[in-house]
C-alpha cells in the first residue's frame, strides 16, 4: 500500500510508551500523569444514578447545559469573572481535544504557532496537521523561565498562535503575571491568538497563585483557555474537558469541535454537573493536597543521587540522575524500568532539540505508599 505519511517523524507518545514498558517489565508506573487512588465515592454515585436516570443518548454539541453552567459558576468562583455558558464554555474529550480544536480553527498551511521547549507533545502535530510549523523556543533549565525576548524575536507576519502552558507540563515551572503582561505586550496589534493550556490551574505549590489568561483583561479577547477534570477530579480516564474563549472564537472551535468528537459522553457530563453542584468546593484543596504529596517525594529521595528540582506545580517532579550517570535520559529511564522497576518519562522527547540534560519526570499524583515504594526501589537501584 502506497501513502504518504503526514507526519513520517511521530511516533507514539512518551507516555503511552512508557506505559506499555512497565506493564511489560512489571515496573511501577510513576511516568505518565494518572492518579493510583480512586475518585471521590460520590463522583461514582452520580455517574451510577444519572446513567438510571436514562441520560444516555447524546448530549447536545457543546456540553450539556448544566456543566457549562457549572463550569461558569466554577470559573466566577476562581477568578471572580463571569462566563456565558452558550457562548464561552466548550465541553471536550479531554484537555487534547479542546487544543487540537483550537489549533485547527486558527491556523493553517504557512502560518507559524510558537511553542515552549519542553513542550507538552500534543501540541506541534495538531500544528503540523493543519498544515502550519511550530517556532520552538526553549524554557532553560533548571529554572525554565520564559523568554519573552526570544519570543519577540521569533515574530513575524507568519504568527498566528502563540501556545503556553502553565502550570507547565513537563517542567514544573509557573507563568506569573508579569510573563502574561509581556505576552500580551507581544500579541497587541498583531493577529495572533493564545493557546493557553491550564489544565494544572488548581496545582501550585508555596503559595503561588494561577495567573490565568482569563484573569487577565487583554489576553482573555483573544485566548483559547483550556482546563479539564481529569486533572480537578482524579479522574484522568473520564476524558472531559473544557475550552473558555470569547464567542467569535468559541464559534470557530465549534466548527471544528463538531465534526471531530461531535459530543462529549453524556452521563460523564451530567454526573460531573451533580457532582459540582453537591461539591462545590471539591476542588479547593487540590495545591495542598499534591504539595505534601511532592514535600513526602522529594524528602524520600533527599541525599539519593536522585536530585529534586524544585516544582512550582503540576503534580510532576523533575529529578536530576546527573550524578548517578551520564547516559541520555532515554537510556537511563529504560535502565530504571529493566533494573529498578520503575517507570519515569525522560524529558528529551519534550525538545526539537533536547540541550544537554539528565532529567526524568515523576508522577506524584499517587498513594504515599507508591511514593515510598518508588523512592526506596530508587535508592536500592544507586546501592
Ligand atoms: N497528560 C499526561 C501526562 O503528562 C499524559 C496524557 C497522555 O498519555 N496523552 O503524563
Not at 115 to 127: H, K, L, N, S, T
Not at 181 to 188: F, G, H, P, S
Not at 259 to 283: G, K, M
Amino acid at each position: 500500500m502506497r501513502f504518504n505519511s503526514k507526519l513520517p517523524d511521530v511516533g507514539t507518545t512518551i507516555f503511552t510508551v512508557m506505559s506499555r514498558r512497565a506493564l511489560e517489565e512489571g515496573a511501577l508506573n510513576i511516568g505518565q500523569g494518572f492518579p493510583d487512588y480512586p475518585i471521590d465515592p460520590r463522583l461514582a454515585r452520580c455517574l451510577v444514578d444519572v446513567i438510571g436516570e436514562g441520560r444516555n443518548q447524546y448530549a447536545p454539541m457543546e456540553g450539556v447545559t448544566e456543566l457549562r453552567e457549572q463550569i461558569s459558576s466554577k470559573l466566577h468562583g476562581s477568578y471572580g469573572l463571569r462566563f456565558d455558558p452558550q457562548s464561552e464554555i466548550t465541553v471536550t474529550c479531554g484537555g487534547t481535544e479542546a487544543l487540537y480544536d483550537a489549533v485547527q480553527a486558527v491556523v493553517g498551511p504557512g502560518d507559524e504557532a510558537i511553542i515552549f521547549d519542553p513542550a507538552y507533545d500534543a501540541y506541534e502535530p495538531a500544528v503540523r496537521l493543519a498544515g502550519a510549523r511550530c517556532v520552538r523556543i526553549a524554557l532553560a533549565p533548571p529554572a525554565f523561565r520564559f523568554d519573552w525576548d526570544q519570543v519577540r524575536r521569533a515574530l513575524n507576519e507568519r504568527t498566528r498562535l502563540i501556545i503556553i502552558n502553565s502550570p507547565q507540563n513537563p517542567s514544573c515551572t509557573v507563568a506569573d503575571r508579569n510573563d502574561l503582561d509581556a505576552l500580551a505586550a507581544l500579541i497587541r496589534d498583531r493577529p495572533i491568538t493564545v493557546l493557553a493550556d491550564e489544565v494544572y490551574e488548581h496545582v501550585l505549590y508555596d503559595c503561588r497563585r494561577h495567573a490565568s489568561v482569563l484573569a487577565h483583561p487583554e489576553l482573555r479577547e483573544h485566548s483559547f483557555a483550556v482546563f479539564s477534570f481529569g486533572k480537578t477530579l482524579h479522574a484522568t480516564g473520564w476524558r472531559i474537558g473544557y475550552c473558555v474563549a470569547p464567542p467569535a472564537l468559541t464559534r470557530e472551535l465549534r466548527k471544528v469541535h463538531q465534526f471531530n468528537t461531535f459530543s462529549i459522553v453524556s452521563p460523564l457530563q451530567y454526573a460531573v454537573a451533580r457532582y459540582l453542584r453537591e461539591c462545590p468546593d471539591a476542588w479547593t484543596g487540590l495545591s495542598a493536597f499534591f504539595q505534601a504529596k511532592r514535600d513526602l517525594l522529594t524528602g524520600l529521595l533527599r541525599g539519593s543521587g536522585f536530585e529534586p528540582i524544585p516544582a512550582a506545580g503540576t503534580y510532576f517532579q523533575l529529578v536530576d540522575y546527573g550524578a548517578l550517570s551520564t547516559d541520555s535520559d532515554m537510556d537511563f529511564a529504560d535502565r530504571l524500568i529493566r533494573e529498578a522497576k520503575i517507570a519515569t518519562i525522560p524529558l528529551s522527547p519534550f525538545y526539537a532539540a533536547p540541550p544537554a540534560m539528565t532529567l526524568l519526570r515523576l508522577c506524584i499524583a499517587k498513594r504515599d505508599e507508591t511514593l515510598e515504594t518508588a523512592a526506596a526501589r530508587l535508592r536500592a537501584f544507586v546501592r
